[in-house]
């Protein structure tokens, strides 16, 4: 046996700072460690050094290299084969529909088409759509803004996760900012109001243990048994859509006990009076608001009173983490300017880990005109700003738009070119039958930029290959902390990949534009993103963020050292310059519920599966691991299931006028007793691919079959959670 020791060759590797773009308030410091010999990234870790993401990752990002180097990556343009219609596809058969195609004739057929388009029907016929597939500023909007605004496109109004409660942010605040995830450490009483914190918002996680560890409380409310719930002190199984009447019971305890901060309220609230009116009225009570919202009256008192009298009788503030959720039905914008208005009325501010956190995303300064360029319309053919289109109708815009009748004045030309990017629109847009039935219209050009075969992959005409956060190199603030960060490139693309940024200045140029902002490298739409008079930004600039990953927003701190939002009149940016208590919020039963309660009695929600970025990670093996639990599943409760002679397991049919789905029931009973995570009169199903075959009827349907495309009271947003169903155990042919 030889005495020669073997020396095991170690590669050599370069460490790059990163930031998950992904849909998360948590916005990750990461830090990529890449094989400088193979160019390949060979781990994904948190980056210690961010004061709020801390150096772990979620459950999703910590399996990252397989999504960026998994085998069914999209990395080369691709053309519908001559004669193949446009439809569901089963996973496995996408490349016998597309053929690859170069870059260049991608590009030359997508600016042929689009010309033609536009020239036959004018240009607000074609319809960008994307949302938040990432959060960068450069991703999120920059170049791809300027090439639609430029060719006269319609303008897409952003709805459909966050607009009610962003509009019920600014409405009562004036500024999108709230209580910093670090504080909640301080906190005696934390309210997780529709937040399933330890689902979709793991960092904050940590600092609200710290809290419980010092003798704070978790109260969750949520008309789901969330892993968050599962964890919290006291959970109030709230009944869907009536958030905003708990809230009014909450005021009503408070303002009948005079438990209100009276002094605050002089200094830095207008329209006490009128609200203190409203909130008194019996209606308001929590003897009468206990039906309604199946939270028992003297729950809603004691947690009232609890939230109230946090300060004087812990030493330390109450906070609400309220999330998205209950602003997703049809009084949804409403209840969420009720739950903004509580903080106000007892004076958490003004203690560091007391008031409210929706979104810090209005905190960041980034001069999004400079980026997104909203003049180039008057550029355009059309010469003025183009139509608006929500896109939370998209069903409506590709199936009705430019049909009706020319006096209504709203309409403009029908929907003839469709380009998708940021966004799997026939997974997550409510009304998915008619979003269906557009998209496999023969007469709509669809262009689709993505990562991946999605659900609306299947319906494209070309696509296009999109990189992963890998791939690109972005700036990004978040919503869910205050620290702006640069996004370092870790990787060359794979394949033929293009971001954003390349992929629209070059569509810009097959169209003839000639406008200079077109040839805007990367580095300089950093620079003017970050081209702000904000003091907020003092100090944050392209260089000083490469060499430190991540620089605090320079918020205003008192005498104290701390930085306390809205403890005094000089953070509102409201008209009055004061916390807005008017107009007065009002609980309204959502339509679909006094319409459709007789056919259609089971309240549905569509659920955000935990593993899963919305229907980004769906199609991965792994985390379809970690959600096996939910895979093809109703939840139902079995006072429900019992009458309708339905048992664990049992496939069964949810429908309503819209459409149809078929699951397997999952009823939970021990000792006789439920022991699932729904309530009495509620039903939920996860989110998932239509094509991963959640629907056991093989429709290529999924839990958007059933959703509506209603708006919101405020903020033009979807109600996924207004939603009736029916559920009858499906029947079996022979």
């Known amino acids: 046996m030889s005495n020669i020791p073997v020396i095991l060759a170690v590669p050599a590797t370069k460490v790059v700072h990163a930031v998950c773009s992904h849909d998360c308030p948590d916005s990750c410091s990461v830090l990529i460690t890449v094989d ?47 004669g193949i219609r446009k439809g569901a596809l089963k ?17 030359d057929h997508i600016a042929s088409r689009l010309q033609s388009i536009s020239n036959e029907f004018g240009p607000e016929s074609i319809l960008p759509y994307s949302y938040a597939g990432t959060i960068g500023q450069l991703g999120y909007g920059s170049m791809d803004r300027r090439f639609f605004h430029r060719l006269g496109a319609s303008q897409l109004d952003r709805t459909i996760c966050a607009s009610a409660g962003g509009a019920a942010l600014l409405s009562v605040y004036g500024i999108k900012l709230g209580t910093p995830p670090q504080d909640f450490a301080h906190a005696g009483l934390i309210i997780a109001w529709g937040a399933n914190i330890h689902g979709n918002n793991i960092h904050l996680w940590p600092f609200i243990e710290d809290a419980r560890r010092a003798g704070a409380k978790l109260v969750v409310i949520d008309p789901y048994r969330t892993r968050t719930a599962a964890l919290a002190d006291e959970h109030l199984a709230i009944n869907p859509g009536t958030d905003g009447l708990l809230a009014l019971a909450m005021m009503h305890v408070i303002l009948r006990d005079g438990l209100e901060d009276q002094q605050y309220i002089a200094a830095n609230t207008q329209g006490f009076e009128a609200l203190r009116e409203h909130a008194l009225q019996p209606q308001h009570a929590p003897e009468a608001a206990a039906g309604t919202t ?26 609400i983490r309220l999330n998205y959720g209950i602003q997703r039905s049809e009084n949804g914008g409403t209840a969420a300017r009720a739950i903004c208005m509580l903080p106000l009325l007892i004076g958490a501010w003004q203690h560091r880990g007391g008031g409210l956190q929706l979104s810090t995303s209005g905190s960041f300064p980034f001069n999004s005109e400079a980026l997104q360029r909203p003049d180039l319309m008057h550029a355009s053919p059309l010469q003025r700003a183009a139509r608006i289109v929500n896109m939370s109708e998209l069903g409506q815009a590709l199936t009705t738009l430019g049909k009706a009748p020319a006096n209504l004045g709203t309409d403009g030309p029908p929907v003839k070119a469709l380009f998708v990017y940021n966004s799997n629109a026939a997974a997550v847009a409510p009304n998915q039958n008619d979003v269906l039935r557009g998209l496999r219209r023969d007469d709509l050009f669809t262009v689709v930029h993505e990562q991946f075969f999605t659900d609306t992959a299947d319906y494209a005409d070309i696509l296009l290959p999109a990189p992963t956060f890998f791939e690109t190199k972005d700036v990004q603030g978040a919503y869910g902390h205050l620290f702006v960060q640069v996004s370092e490139q870790a990787i060359a693309p794979l394949g033929e990949v293009r971001n954003n940024v390349a992929l629209f200045s070059a569509l810009a140029k097959r169209m003839g534009f000639q406008d200079a902002c077109f040839d805007d490298s990367v580095d300089h739409l950093i620079d003017q993103a970050l081209d702000s008079q904000s003091q907020w930004f003092t100090g944050i600039d392209r260089t000083s963020l490469e060499r430190e990953g991540h620089i605090p927003l320079q918020l205003p701190i008192n005498h104290n050292g701390d930085s306390l939002p809205f403890s005094d009149a000089s953070w509102f940016r409201t008209p009055s310059g004061k916390g807005e208590l008017t107009p007065v919020p009002d609980f309204v039963a959502p339509r679909e519920s006094r319409a459709h309660a007789n056919a259609y009695p089971l309240e549905f929600l569509p659920r955000k599966a935990d593993n899963y970025m919305n229907s980004t990670f769906a199609n991965h093996a792994g985390h379809q691991r970690m959600e096996a639990r939910t895979a093809g599943i109703l939840e139902m409760n079995v006072a429900d299931a019992a009458p309708r002679g339905i048992v664990n397991g049992d496939e069964v049919d949810i429908f309503n006028a819209r459409g149809r789905i078929r699951l397997h029931a999952h009823v939970s009973v021990v000792n006789g007793q439920d022991a699932g995570r729904v309530g009495a009169g509620v039903v939920a199903a996860r989110l998932d691919w239509s094509k991963l075959g959640g629907d056991l009827s093989g429709a290529g349907a999924n839990v958007n079959a059933l959703t509506s495309e209603t708006l919101t009271d405020i903020g033009g947003g979807a109600t996924f959670y207004s939603t009736l169903v029916e559920v009858r155990k499906a029947e079996r042919h022979a």
């Not at 290299?65 to 691709?78: A, F, G, K, N, T």
């Not at 003297?298 to 906070?319: E, H, K, M």
């Open 36 to 82: 400088t010999e193979t160019k390949r990234a060979i781990k994904i870790q948190g980056d210690p050094t961010h004061p709020v993401t801390r150096g772990f990752l979620c459950g999703k990002v910590a399996k990252y290299l397989d999504h960026v180097y998994s085998p069914d990556r999209l990395l080369y343009p691709m053309r519908r084969k001559l």
């Open 91 to 107: 996973q496995g058969r996408e490349h016998e529909v597309f053929e690859r195609i170069s870059w260049d004739e991608a590009l």
């Open 294 to 319: 199946g939270i028992d009256a003297d729950a809603i008192t004691r947690l009232a009173r609890a939230y109230a009298t946090c300060q004087c009788s812990t030493g330390n503030p109450a906070v």
